[in-house]
């Protein structure tokens, strides 16, 4: 926004603000979009927040219970195979 408009709000008793639609209808920011609030020495910024935490692979990897032995490499490359002939999306020789 080069040349930002200048709206007017008002804090409620509750310490409530209302964004003006102009703004809220921009950001496509619709009811219960959550915003991380975040108190600059230029004023108050908004940003959304992100809807999933922020995870690392390795904190996630192995995070799935298994209860068979694990498989071979071949045994995955055979597996992957008979589901794409399963599929069509292998020609057979």
């Known amino acids: 926004m080069a040349n930002p408009e200048r709206l ?11 964004l003006p639609s102009a703004i809220h209808k921009r950001r496509e920011w619709d009811a219960g979009t959550r915003l991380l609030v975040e ?3 230029e004023g108050v910024l908004l940003n959304p927040a992100p809807v999933f935490a922020e995870t690392r692979p390795e904190d996630v990897f192995g995070s799935l219970p298994h209860r068979d032995r694990l498989k071979t490499l071949e045994e995955m490359d055979a597996g992957v195979l008979a589901e794409a002939r399963r599929r069509g999306r292998l020609e057979l020789p």
Do not use: L
Request: glycine share 8%.
């Open 8 to 18: 007017v709000t008002t804090v409620s008793t509750k310490g409530q603000v209302t």
């Open 39 to 41: 108190d600059t020495p």
